[in-house]
């Protein structure tokens, strides 16, 4: 009590300072408040040769939001103050230039010896044929690691502040035995700030907004942040979802900076409502089931050991509640799957310098931080103090895992795609950036009764240190503990929320389309190993090596290239170079050679002499396949010279930006296309748009989120007008309903049980009198409500592959499906439904759909094209098809709909 009392008044006192900082006031000079160091140690002193934030930026690092450029200066100060025992790892450059930092810090006598020391922790994280004697003497040697990450919710602010007080107190405090004991034992990284974008646009957001002194009205505009709020990346990505599809810079750079230090405990910083206390493990359930019981066993220690420290400085906490650890994307949970114990620590957020609870107490910044150092040093002493046992732990972790694939497999992985071999390449080299051991086939593979080509197929061997990261990645579910799953039944009957925090499916084989065939006997075929490229790869690019012919060879007609992800990213980049590119509407066979749907071609008689060598750098470039055409003669299908041959244009494509979009939808379209596809947007702000002329843009996307707020009947209309001249607009999740609320998309969305949301079923059905005494549940059953939630899973959708939107598939694909919006297909006189989910014995690929939900999602809508007028369209996906920037099979079908959707 006494304490909090004091943090109250060290609360006024920043209200105070931050006042005293005006010139009004500027002329009663304050009393020079002492350093927070004072509060966050106290007793201790500190080195003066190590700078303060104070020395490096102007502020301690309570007193105001220190931005992500002062944070990079502040580590470099550090690090230059102290070379002998740290090294500054700039791990990567956000989007937006921002650096990446990662501070290793160590005893100098360890820091001189770094690179052993990282080859002996690689050698407990690959134990093939390490005998116990070495393991014992690599041990004795090695320092524990420990990594603690702040920050990747760019408005959780406390975690950078702890971040740089952590790496001050432990580079300058002079006489705190927990400083001595963790420098004896462990080697301490300290990124201190995962998302620089995203905290850049909170400290924007709130210097610009806040009042003198500081507001703590948690209504205040300070507090209320604008869309979309600093939690997300330049690409208004979650960060904390992306840690293995590493979709975005910040993920490359940290996973590739961590699988070199190979730490066996990390700490995620977070924050959470303000109303909160902190959160620490050991995490809910359900857990990812491939956690180890010594794992959970030091999540006990851990937790336990954070009890005390925070229980002696008299702050509250809890655990096992709210926060699990399933989905392997998390910051908590990649970690753990890589044999660290991953933790996630949530501090109740001051979204500011103080805020005001709701039980009238004022939290501050300062107490952020000073909850989180506590956290971050009690699990450095923690692990200092188990060294040995926690790095015996490690290696056990990896060990173990070689023999799942003895105890149940399987015993090896393989992939491919005959579609697209560049997105089995992709995989494979994504799986190998998760530090997973891939092979690439060198002779054909013989598998399952099959025989797949040399080059183009990939081996994960199931016997790796690495086996349980390849499971999480590559299985089609991941299994949830059966009495977990029975409760949340029962709560869905009592209408109750689900205790799943996250998605229940995640598998990028099936999001991907990439094979993912499984084998009970090793593959033996000769086979290289992957390698990750050392740079980045580029927009749109394929580092994967082409199918195509080295020498350009000039053909008579021109050049057919099949349909797929690398042929979109080819077409639009060919569309960006002035070239004339052609689509075929329908199949057709040239030289016993079938091309389906969605074929690509560029003709010679339209496009300059320089034709076959761009094409096949095209064709490099983006791994996309080349057929050279001599004759125009036709087996069978269409001609090349058909009316069903359009010419692609360089789409002038609209992307709706700002509320009410949701932010992420919006920010996964725009990655999808300019990243991925390297096709350019022209991002236009919603309420912007009533005074847009649309006649300026071919392609307009509505990401998911409801316009009714913004959009009134004449923007309605001027859709409809503009769909009526050619326009092609496309819908996503919410803007779909939108679609199909304000009549533009001729279906509905359904109640449950199956009645329209939207339209002429609305008038409620008198209720029947009631039978007395009554049926309880049936009286308590509401008349209307929405179908049955689905936490996220993946439904098998069936496509037209006639249709050139479900160009590049081959007519099953996996889609990610999160809510309960469920579509009424189109009938025939309003469109066509290109793609429906498969019926109730196709219906789930991989994760939890309850039983209840499953009739009324079966055979319905996902993928709808309704023609308007004479040649606009109305292309509208029942789910985000750019989710998460990872389900690349669905990312297709949207691209289809810009580049194919928009040709002439
Ligand atoms: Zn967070």
Known sequence: MRHLARRLALSLAVILLAAAST????????????????TLAPGIHYDPAIPTLKAVVGHDFDEALTTPEQIAAYMHALAKAAPDRTRLVVYGHTYEGRELDLLVIGSAERMARLDSIKAGLQRLAHPEGLDDASASRLIAGLPVVVAALHEVHGNEISGAGAGMAEAYHLLAAQNDPRVTNILAQELVLIDPLQNPDGRGRFVEGYKQARSFPADPDPASAGHDEPWPGGRTNHYLFDLNRDWFALTQPESRGKVRALLEYQPQVVADLHEMGGNSTYYFPPAAI???????????????????????????????????????????????????????????????????????????TLLTYGDGILHHFTAALATM?????????????????????????????????????????????????????????????????????????????????????????????????????????????????????????????????????????????????ASTPVAVAAAEPAAGHSVAGSTA??????????????????????????????????????????????????????????????????????????????????????????????NDVRAFIEPRVLLVWDSPTRSNSAGWARYVLEQRYGQPVTAIRADALPRTDLSNYDVVILPSGSYSGVFNDAMVAAFRRWMGFGGTLITMAESSRWAARVGLLGTSTEMRGGAPEFGGGEGRKAAAPMKQPIDLLQAITPDRELPERTSGAILNVVLDTTSWLAAGTDGTIGAMVEGSRIFTPLKLNEGANVGVYGDMAHLVAGGIVWQDARPQLASKAFLMLQPMGRSGKLIAFAEDPNYRGYAETTELLFMNAVLIGSAR
């Open 23 to 38: 010139p009004a006031l500027a002329q009663q000079p304050a009393p020079s408040p002492a350093p927070f160091t004072a």
């Open 286 to 360: 359900p857990g990812n089931p491939w956690v180890t019981q010594q794992q959970w066993h030091w999540y006990d220690v851990l937790g336990r050991a954070m009890a005390g420290a925070f229980d002696a400085r008299g702050f509250a906490y809890f655990t096992r509640e709210e926060f699990d650890a399933f989905y392997p994307g998390y910051g908590v949970s990649w970690p753990t799957a890589q044999g660290a114990m991953g933790m996630t620590f949530e501090q109740a957020s001051a979204r500011g310098l103080v805020v005001r609870r709701s039980d009238g």
């Open 381 to 525: 002493v923690t692990a200092a103090d188990n060294r040995q046992q926690i790095l015996r732990d490690f290696l056990d972790f990896h060990r173990s895992a070689m023999q799942i694939a003895r105890n149940g497999g399987p015993a090896a992985w393989v992939l491919h795609s005959d579609r697209d071999p560049d997105l089995a390449a992709r995989l494979a080299r994504l799986l190998v950036a998760n530090g997973v051991e891939v092979r690439q086939a060198d002779a054909p593979v013989r598998v399952a009764g099959r025989t797949l080509p040399a080059h183009t197929t990939y081996i994960v061997p199931g016997a790796q240190p690495a086996a349980r990261m390849a499971h999480n990645i590559l299985d089609p579910t991941t299994p949830m503990p059966e009495d977990f799953l029975k409760r949340q039944v029962e709560r869905g009957k009592q209408r109750l929320r689900y205790e799943i925090y996250d998605i229940t499916a995640w598998s990028l084989p099936l999001l991907w389309d990439v094979e993912a065939i499984t084998t009970d006997r090793p593959v033996d075929v």
């Open 549 to 642: 012919a080295a020498t350009p060879q000039r053909a008579r007609v021109g050049y057919l290239m099949p349909w797929n992800s690398a042929a979109a990213a080819a077409v639009a980049d060919a569309l960006r170079q002035g070239l004339r590119v052609r689509v075929l509407d329908g199949a057709t066979t040239i030289d016993g050679h079938h091309f389906p749907v969605g074929t690509a071609l560029f003709r010679t008689s339209e496009n300059p002499e320089d034709l076959p060598a761009r094409v096949m750098s095209l064709a490099a470039r983006h791994g996309a396949e080349v057929f050279p055409v001599e004759s125009g003669y036709k087996d069978s299908g269409i001609s090349l010279g058909s």
